[in-house]
């Protein structure tokens, strides 16, 4: 646990934090706005201070600036106690006493509704301080230890009160002062006036950092559990309607354009603090103490603005239709080959270095949790690995902000001598700008090994003589020549492509060997009609028929100028006649995809 009580902290050079860097630098000399001066102690604080924070799912705190600078609550704490408001009470009970409908009207409206005498919703002054009475407790010291305690829940970590802005709240708080004895005069505020104010203000008075914004409003945006902790603070379906009704009212009468503009719920405070959440993904914490006309933090809204508009973070952005139904998106790290055939020397070294090559394959739409997860995964990496191999092959949709986040970490990866590879059939242009892209996992695997194996002196790219190749053993030199001369030779251009060797009948191939350059075997999709590239071959590696499986085999590509030698079943039997001590070795040759060289029907 950190200072502050929560888990450790994002790394300041990780790809999230420069995101959060970079809005707030943009913003920073943004200089409108003035801090609340109707509450004496807040129009104290300082009006550079600007800090923004971010949290995940899981707990993972991210931040930029003044993130632990600690603020009063003020109105952002309005959402937490409604949640507890209805924990307490249940939906039904609690909107007997307060609306749940946006009033079009400042924080401060002493508007209520005909007839009922409600608040028009929980978000506005009239509407908290009736949810502030709703509270477990017999007393309202016991109404605020419950409030206090659940805050503190939400954050995460234990919170504490500001005496003197408790004390400038209670001198300066007529107009709210105003609007409780009108509610109690309507009869939907009971008890003592003074008594259940000042639990109200104590409530806004309660300190609060950035990052403890970011928790608990990402406490809202997971379904009421505390990503930090672990613990459920609220029930689903409560932090369900809080989120419903932040989204409507949470920026008072400027709601409408703050949900056609950012599109994500939120709640501002008097103090400069503005607390969002993103259903399912994450929270946000900002803080910047000068407010526009209608109360709100101006470089606040101007950095949620740019979050939304830069990550495309919109709730109501539509989905593009995907060409084929996809599974719960997740990350698995798993060691995986390339099926490129390789020589007896190459395959060694590979797997002695197993571990130098991570892949990590993505399902689903690729959003900002996956990616962030997809970050940190990388970021954890031990040493040893050299290459990231991320398949995009099962990927739908690919949000704005996991591109910026890939992006970033492609660029962070660099700089520790990591190289990042994409795998993605559909070669969207997301983040080629700072990664190598390739149309499948397998050619990006074989990418990856190919420069790790050139890097040991092993270049799979030399050319390998048939008289050279593992597949002779320990034969001595004539036997070598021998053995070559029974050999035919074929040399394919660059994009020249054959039939595979069983579509020869009446001379079949029973041994395919490439000296240089290399092949792909290509076979037949489920639609008959189109190819894909299933495995490849080069300079070194021995191919038998059974590496050429009859009905899915369509046709061998030369991807550069190759040259194979090529044995046939009648080459075989001259062979053998000739030379019986070669066959032997033939016979025994340990090939990859068959134990021995299958010599087809020579008797």
């Not at 930029?64 to 249940?90: E, I, N, W, Y």
């Not at 070294?349 to 090559?357: C, F, N, P, T, V």
């Not at 690995?385 to 660099?414: M, N």
Request: aromatic share 4%.
């Amino acid at each position: 646990m950190d200072r502050m009580g929560h888990e450790p902290q994002a790394s300041a050079h990780d790809p999230l934090t420069a995101l959060l860097d970079g809005v707030r630098l943009r913003l920073r000399d943004l200089n409108d706005g003035e801090p609340a001066s109707y509450i004496p102690e807040l129009g104290r604080v300082d009006p550079r201070l600007f800090g923004l924070s971010l949290c995940t799912l899981d707990g993972q705190v991210y931040g930029s600036g003044d993130r632990d600078v600690r603020f009063t609550a003020q109105s952002v704490s309005k959402p937490f106690v409604f949640a507890l408001a209805l924990a307490d009470h249940g939906l039904e009970n609690v909107l007997a006493r307060v609306g749940a409908e946006p009033s079009g009207e400042a924080f401060n409206s002493i508007r209520l509704e005909p007839g009922t005498g409600r608040p028009p919703n929980p978000m506005v002054n009239a509407g908290a301080i009736v949810t502030s009475s709703l509270v477990s407790g017999d007393t309202p010291k016991a109404r605020f230890d419950r409030i206090l305690d659940g805050l503190s829940a939400f954050a995460g970590r234990p919170l504490t009160i500001d005496e003197a802005v408790y004390a400038s709240e209670c001198a300066t708080g007529d107009r709210n002062r105003a609007l409780a004895y009108l509610m109690h005069n309507a009869g939907s505020l009971t008890g003592d006036v003074e008594a259940e104010l000042a639990v109200y203000f104590r409530q806004c008075s309660v300190l609060v950092t950035c990052d403890d914004l970011a928790v608990m409003h990402a406490t809202l945006a997971g379904g009421g559990i505390n990503p930090v902790t672990g613990e459920r603070v609220v029930a689903s379906r409560h932090a369900q309607h809080v989120l419903a009704v932040m989204a409507t009212c949470g920026m008072y009468d400027a709601s409408g354009q703050w949900m056609l503009r950012v599109g994500m719920p939120a709640k501002s405070g008097v103090s400069g603090g503005i607390g969002v959440a993103l259903p399912s993904q994450f929270g946000i914490g900002v803080f910047s103490p000068p407010l526009e006309e209608k109360g709100n933090s101006v470089r606040g809204i101007a950095a949620c603005h740019l979050i939304s508009d830069q990550f495309g973070l919109h709730l109501m952005r539509a989905t593009a239709p995907e060409r084929r139904p996809l599974p719960p998106r997740s990350l698995h790290p798993t060691p995986l080959r390339s099926l490129r055939h390789r020589t007896r020397a190459q395959r060694a070294a590979l797997d002695a270095r197993a571990e130098r090559i991570r892949v990590h394959v993505l399902q689903g739409d690729l959003d900002f949790a996956t990616a962030e997860q997809t970050l940190r995964a990388a970021l954890d990496l031990p040493d040893a690995v050299g290459w990231f191999v991320l398949d995009l092959t099962r990927v739908g949709r690919i949000e704005p902000v996991a591109a910026d986040l890939l992006r970033g970490l492609a660029e962070e990866l660099r700089a520790r001598d990591l190289r990042m590879v994409l795998a993605d059939p559909d070669e969207r242009q997301a983040m080629t700008r700072t990664t190598d892209e390739f149309p499948d996992l397998g050619r990006a695997l074989e990418a990856c090994e190919d420069e790790l194996l050139t890097g040991i002196g092993l270049d799979p790219d030399i050319p390998v003589p048939l008289a050279d190749c593992d597949l002779f053993g320990a034969a001595d030199t004539g036997l070598r020549a021998a053995l070559a001369e029974a050999f035919d030779t074929l040399d394919l251009k660059a994009g020249e492509s054959v039939a595979p060797p069983q579509a020869v009948p009446l001379d079949r191939i029973v041994l395919w060997y490439v000296e240089s350059g290399r092949l792909a075997v290509c076979a037949d999709t489920a639609d008959t009609v189109t190819t894909r590239r299933t495995w490849s071959a080069g300079p070194g590696a021995a191919l038998t028929p059974a590496d050429f499986p009859p009905g899915r085999t369509r046709k061998v590509l030369a991807e550069r100028d190759t040259r194979c030698r090529t044995l046939t079943a009648a080459g075989f039997r001259r062979l053998r006649e000739r030379e019986p001590d070669a066959v032997a070795f033939l016979e025994r040759a340990p090939l990859e995809g068959a134990e021995t060289v299958d010599r087809g029907d020579v008797t």
